[in-house]
């Protein structure tokens, strides 16, 4: 059984500025699968968020992973700004390992403003962290997770938790938003669609929208919600819930789906 790592996510989210809109993860650690695509997408950001005024949070982000990185090597991101409107900024990055693009990511960043906070869209009713047992959220560093019960107990893995990071975190919403990408990207909504034949396997690219501010040293619930499944590529969705069921952001991932090997 794969162990949990014992890593610290603080580091592992620092990046070095090598020079203006390039920037380095030096971060390296053993890891017997490819690169978790969660943390290069919330380095990614970090990056982006690292060129945009300080006023300016993200409130999108779409990444395309192309190839499978490598933890033990250090990871380059290149940002290209593509534009700084009055309440709006465009962002563009790029993930090189060994001269080879591993990720594409466009993400925008919105000045903060008022206006009507409405919801439709409510959190299911389950109970509370602190009363529910411990859940095992393998490959994830300084993360602590509480099972709720699943809505589909015959998938081969989870698609309800909660989760919360177990290091203090800074009082720095660009950190609680990568926090919160790390996270995302973790488990399957189409475990419930996998057979015996077919199964979701690589991730193709994954979509976040940021609506309301997660403090992610706190418990948050995710809730992934099976799609559909055709020509060899499955999708779903998701939503990411505060204690008291304020909805903080929505997630779209594709991934592979195709006939197991014999």
């Known amino acids: 059984m794969h162990e949990l790592p014992t890593g610290s996510l603080t580091e592992l ?36 968020g690292m060129t945009v005024p300080t006023d300016r949070q993200p409130h999108s982000l779409h990444g395309y992973f192309l190839r499978a990185g490598d933890a033990t090597r250090p990871t380059i ?7 700084d409107g009055r309440s709006y900024s465009g962002r563009r990055v790029v993930a090189v390992q060994n001269g080879e693009v591993i990720l594409n990511m466009v993400c925008s960043f919105h000045v903060q403003e008022d206006g009507p906070d409405l919801q439709v869209q409510t959190m299911p009713e389950v109970g509370q962290p602190d009363d529910l047992p411990e859940m095992r959220l393998f490959r994830l560093f300084s993360m602590e997770a509480r099972d709720p019960g699943q809505p589909h107990p015959g998938g081969t893995w989870p698609t309800r938790s909660w989760s ?7 009082d720095d ?51 992934l919600v099976p799609g559909t499944v055709a020509a060899g590529r499955g999708m ?17 991932q594709e991934t592979l789906f195709r006939r197991r090997r014999r």
């Open 173 to 223: 919403p660009l950190l609680h938003a990568a926090v919160l990408t790390y996270l995302s990207d973790i488990n399957t909504g189409l475990s419930p669609l996998s057979t015996q034949d077919a199964h979701s396997s690589s991730s193709l690219d994954h979509a976040m929208w940021f609506h309301r501010p997660l403090q992610m040293d706190d418990w948050v619930l995710m809730d």
């Open 13 to 48: 989210l620092t990046l070095e500025k090598i020079e203006e809109d390039l920037f380095r993860a030096s971060y390296v650690f053993p890891d017997p699968f490819p690169l978790y695509g969660g943390q290069v997408l919330a380095q990614a950001l970090l990056a982006a």
């Open 164 to 170: 919360r990071c177990t290091e203090p975190l800074a």
């Open 77 to 83: 991101f290149r940002v290209d700004r593509d534009r």
């Open 236 to 252: 779903y969705t998701g939503a990411l819930y505060d204690r008291a069921g304020r909805l903080g952001a929505s997630i779209a």
